[in-house]
T-cell receptor, first 113, second 110 residues
Framework: NAGVTQTPKFQVLKTGQSMTLQCAQD?????MSWYRQDPGMGLRLIHY???????DQGEVPNGYNVSRSTTEDFPLRLLSAAPSQTSVYFC????????????FGNGTRLTVT | EDQVTQSPEALRLQEGESSSLNCSYT??????LFWYRQDPGKGPEFLFT???AGEEKEKERLKATLTKKESFLHITAPKPEDSATYLC???????????FGKGTKLTVNP
């Protein structure tokens, strides 16, 4: 049982480059979300989705795009990377039932130079 | 706006020295308060969900309690393997979003 799988584990980008962080889950979870984790800031919600075809913004959505074409996948796109986007990114998923806990992937560490 | 404040930021204990971590929260209608454990280089791992004041949950050396304004994570006779960052999060009424605190980094020395 793989759970939530994030790729790549590490990535270095130059300012202005674009990339997609991949997230896949095999638990048939309807809810998926992206967080970034920065020292002293905690986990902050970027975007989330309550099901295929539905996405919404979180606390810090600027500079990021998402789409949800299938239940399993929820990619996060950086259109033009900036040094401020250097962070560790976590994808998480859960059942739609109220208060179902989030299951997290092991993160992507992104450095933008 | 939902808010979560965790204290202390860091805590260093000797093996066997019991203590508590605090999570203070403000939320418009608590749907659930969650505790997670995070090891270095890993994603957060779910520990507990608490729903209403007075509720308690236990797992091995950990016990989580909840009041109307805060939650405590009590660690009894900790071992070095309990060293991790402990995160608290809340979900409020009408929201799909989980709001996290900044965490408490616990170090247990042998």
């Amino acid at each position: 049982n793989a759970g939530v799988t994030q790729t790549p584990k590490f990535q270095v980008l130059k300012t202005g480059q674009s990339m997609t962080l991949q997230c896949a889950q095999d638990m048939n979870h309807e809810y998926m979300s992206w967080y970034r984790q920065d020292p002293g800031m905690g986990l902050r919600l970027i975007h989330y989705s309550v099901g295929a075809g539905i996405t919404d913004q979180g606390e810090v959505p600027n500079g990021y795009n998402v789409s949800r074409s299938t239940t399993e996948d929820f990619p996060l796109r950086l259109l033009s990377a900036a040094p401020s986007q250097t962070s560790v990114y976590f994808c998480a998923s859960s059942h739609p039932e109220q208060n179902s806990p989030l299951h997290f992937g092991n993160g992507t560490r992104l450095t933008v130079t | 706006e939902d808010q979560v404040t965790q204290s202390p930021e860091a805590l260093r204990l000797q093996e066997g020295e019991s203590s508590s971590l605090n999570c203070s929260y403000t939320v418009s209608g608590l749907r659930g308060l969650f505790w997670y454990r995070q090891d270095p280089g890993k994603g957060p791992e779910f520990l507990f969900t608490l729903y209403s004041a007075g509720e308690e949950k236990e797992k091995e050396r950990l016990k989580a309690t909840l009041t109307k304004k805060e939650s405590f994570l009590h660690i009894t006779a900790p071992k070095p393997e309990d060293s991790a960052t402990y995160l608290c999060a809340v979900k409020g009424d009408g929201s799909e979003k989980l709001v996290f605190g900044k965490g408490t980094k616990l170090t247990v020395n042998p």
